[in-house]
Every structure is written in C-alpha cells, then in structure tokens.
C-alpha cells in the first residue's frame, strides 16, 4: 500500500515554471519507480516522466529539455520542475509509483497545472 500526495499546482503564465512535489508513504520509497502523467480535458492520459529505483530517466518528447523529474529518497519526495511551460502543459498532472519487482500501481488524487498564453 503506498499513499501519494501531489502539490505545486497552480496557474502561470506561458514562460515560467513550476515545481511540482509528490510525498509518498506506506511503503519504502527507495524501490519504488516513480513517474509523473497527465490528463488534460477530453484526451488521455499521458506519460510525462519516469524516474526507476535506480534513478534513471525517460520523458516524453513533448517535454524534453523543458521538464526534469529528480527524487530525494530521504524525503520519499519526487520533483517534477516544468520550465517554459506552454498552454499545451495545461492538465491535471498525476504522481505515480510502482514497486520494483511487482506490478503493484498507485497513483496521486492529481493537481491542477493550467498555463495562459
């Protein structure tokens, strides 16, 4: 059982950044795989980022160069920092974790990230 809480959500104008924050517990964090999608209105669910137990990471080419996905085992935390956002960011972004070795997926309530042109 892992519990994730996202903050950092908010709205900005196109050009700036955001750093979102997702606190997981009830599990150890350090085996946990990490990733961040998002869902904007009327599409599907995207992968955003992924981060591995190992700290390795891949994104979607849609954010390449612009978002950076980091995690401090320390805190249980995951960063995603969004630089030179877009109005096409805008969506409800969702923290996501799945336990090494297993299948076991749980994923954050959301938070709102919406960009103005």
């Known amino acids: 059982q892992v519990q994730l809480v996202e903050s950092g959500g908010g709205l900005v104008q196109a050009g700036g950044s955001l750093r979102l924050s997702c606190a997981a517990s009830g599990s150890i964090f350090s085996i946990n795989h990490m990733g961040w999608y998002r869902q904007a209105p009327g599409k599907q669910r995207e992968l955003v980022a992924v981060i591995t137990s190992a700290g390795s990471t891949s994104y979607a080419e849609s954010v390449k160069g612009r978002f950076t996905i980091s995690r401090d085992n320390t805190k249980n935390t995951v960063y995603l920092q969004m630089n030179s956002l877009k109005p096409e960011d805008t969506a409800v972004y969702y923290c996501?974790?799945?336990?090494?070795?297993?299948?076991?997926?749980?994923w954050g309530q959301g938070t709102q990230v919406t960009v103005s042109s």
């Open positions: 996501h974790s799945r336990i090494r070795y297993t299948e076991n997926e749980y």
